[in-house]
């Protein structure tokens, strides 16, 4: 038995190793194939994902600058106006058929963040009515600014900077008028020609002749750069002396208008 079994092996050999050279290509085609498939199984995922194009830097920059600008309205408050086209809310950034129904006509609103649908596709605002129902207007192609012009929202923002801006240049110029006037030669000495000013003139006279004289300057504005300046001196309880002058801040040009203000130039 042993004997038969190591005759079948040594034929088994025979028979294999006269195969291979029989076929020598076949060993060599097997052995650049497997080589082949190892390589390209040897190819890590990292390097095809470096090959993918990533996001572009411009349109980063342009979408965190538009995100920035979209947010300065957050904290302002808007109210509904009834028109043809009233501006529309969404129940929902993710489901825009499902439209929120504003109850009243006129409702106040403000708005409380910038939000995006889950698809990271588009921008709304959430905002929240006095009512204290929630929902979302659309924030992209400057909807909000579209929906004030045609008059479906108004802006409840006070304009207090341009006003308070305005009143206060509108303050000192009136200011500066008076300065003008108070400052402005007068002829104090006809014999030597000597000159003092309005307000040193107002001085003197209460330190020599009128110890309780009391005046004060009002302003008011009579036409561009143009302003009436008036002076109201009293002593004690009897009517003001009333003087007034023209004057021009383009010119810095100072007139006495009335008799009062007059005399003051004929000493």
């Keep these: 038995m042993n004997t038969r079994l ?4 040594v034929f088994i050999v025979l028979f294999y190793f006269s195969f291979v050279q029989t076929y020598p290509c076949l060993g060599r085609h ?13 190819e890590s995922p990292a390097t095809k994902e470096d090959s993918r194009p990533g996001p572009i830097p411009a349109i980063e920059e342009y979408e965190r600058q538009k995100l920035a600008k979209l947010r300065q309205n957050v904290g302002k408050r808007f109210m509904t106006a009834p028109t043809v086209n009233p501006a ?5 950034p993710d489901d825009l058929g499902k439209k929120l129904r504003v109850k009243k006509e006129k409702e106040a609103f403000g708005i409380v963040e910038v939000v995006q649908n889950r698809l990271g596709t588009m921008n709304f605002y959430q905002v929240k009515f006095d009512s204290g129902e929630v929902g979302y207007l659309g924030a992209d192609g400057n909807n909000l600014e579209i929906e004030i012009k045609k008059g479906s929202l108004i802006s409840l923002e006070k304009k207090t900077g341009t006003r308070n801006k305005s009143l206060s240049q509108s303050k000192a110029l009136a200011s500066q008028a008076i300065e003008l006037v108070k400052n402005h030669p007068t002829l104090a000495d006809s014999a030597t020609g000597r000159k003092r000013s309005v307000e040193t003139r107002m001085k003197e006279e209460q330190e020599r002749s009128f110890p309780n004289l009391k005046w004060r300057y009002e302003s008011k504005k009579v036409g ?5 300046i008036t002076q109201y001196a009293r002593e004690g309880g009897g009517p003001p002396l009333v003087r007034t002058w023209t004057v021009d801040l383009s010119k810095d040009e100072v007139i006495p208008e009335n008799l009062a203000a007059k005399q003051m130039y004929r000493q």
């Design 88 to 92: 529309e809310f969404y129940a929902s």
């Design 30 to 42: 097997f052995s650049k194939g497997s080589l082949s498939l190892l390589a390209k199984n040897d």
């Design 224 to 228: 561009k750069n143009k302003y009436r």
């Design 6 to 9: 190591s005759i079948l092996i």
